[in-house]
């Protein structure tokens, strides 16, 4: 496939609220962290249990705020400082520009490129795709491409670039 593929788009505050939650159902979806969560749940209900046999509040409370901690205000804390380093990016409310090709990724703005080889995987999410790439994630949402052919195109460069560096 000679064909390149250009990415544009705006890095808003809309657009990094998208990517903070794909960030987050994918970290969260794909870690040990779920499981945790379970057990939350357990200790929830074995709170239920003591309440109704023993008369014995202290365990559910104590559940309760952890499974609230866990599952409502952990997103919250995390999405305000995500939202935090977003007012301090330098890049906020610039256009990125990315050549995609068969060698890799090519960022316009910031004059750096990376092979397909450095990208472990693309991910399909709700809003557009997910680049993993250890340590970080990095988002490109649905509107950078300008149709659905350059979407399908940019991840069937992803899956050549990956087979030719292998």
């Known amino acids: ?7 544009e788009f705006t890095w808003s505050k809309e657009v990094a609220t998208k990517s903070f939650n794909e960030l987050y159902r994918y970290e969260f979806n794909h870690s040990l962290k779920k499981y945790i969560g379970w057990l939350f749940v357990a200790i929830l209900q074995f709170g239920v249990v003591a309440t109704l046999k023993k008369g014995d509040v202290s365990l559910l409370i104590f559940s309760t705020v952890i499974l609230s901690y866990w599952y409502i205000f952990k997103k919250m ?3 305000r400082l995500f939202l935090k380093r ?3 990016d330098p890049l906020k409310d610039k ?3 990315i050549i995609a090709d068969k060698n890799g990724l090519h960022f316009k703005n910031q004059n750096f490129s990376w092979e397909w080889s450095d990208i472990e995987s693309v991910e399909d999410v709700k809003n557009g795709l997910l680049l993993i790439k250890h340590p970080n994630h990095y988002f490109i949402p649905l509107n950078a491409f300008k149709s659905f052919e350059d979407k399908n ?9 990956k087979t030719q560096s292998e």
Not at 1 to 7: D, H, N, P, R, T
Not at 153 to 161: A, C, N, V
Request: glycine share 4%; charged share 40%.
């Open 1 to 7: 496939m000679s064909k390149e593929v250009k990415l």
């Open 77 to 79: 804390i995390a999405k």
């Open 86 to 88: 977003f007012e301090n």
């Open 95 to 97: 256009k990125i520009s």
């Open 153 to 161: 195109d940019f991840k069937m460069m992803f899956k050549e670039g």
